[in-house]
């Protein structure tokens, strides 16, 4: 027996309840991306502004790391660009959701949560990542 996409799986429908708990988390998605865009901007200036401070800075602790503050720039503005596109997410997750549950649109409402769901996997990989590098950084790093 094949299955229908498009009908209800197990017949759960968001409820008053739930959806009162969707608009709540919508809100605080919300307030949290619109933080994240804000730091971002600083960040952005901090790095406009004190780019080559902090390369003059660099290559006198380190004299090594000479050319190598592009990489680093480059680096941070990755770094940048990652927190913006989940910040991105998350935001389009808040306000899809909200909307879906307010017009009773379950197309808006599952784009909303399509939105979270990539937030997570993006978040998960960058995550995983970030942890590995750790344990080989600790790793390399326990005998000196």
Do not use: C
């Amino acid at each position: 027996m094949e299955r229908n996409f498009d009908e209800p799986l197990f017949d759960l429908q968001v409820d008053r309840e739930a959806g009162n708990h969707f608009r709540e988390s919508s809100k605080w998605a919300k307030f949290l991306s619109v933080v994240s865009f804000i730091a971002i901007a600083i960040v952005l200036l901090v790095l406009i502004f004190a780019a080559t401070a902090m390369t003059r800075a660099l290559e006198e602790f380190r004299p090594e790391f000479a050319g190598a503050s592009g990489f680093f720039v480059a680096v941070a503005i990755v770094g940048v660009l990652i927190v913006f596109f989940t910040s991105y997410l998350l935001f389009r997750f808040a306000t899809l959701t909200k909307q879906g549950i307010e017009r009773q649109d379950q197309i808006i409402f599952n784009k909303g949560l399509l939105a979270l769901k990539n937030y997570f996997m993006i978040y998960g990989v960058v995550t995983m990542l970030t942890l590995i590098l750790t344990i080989i950084s600790a790793v390399t790093n326990f005998g000196k």
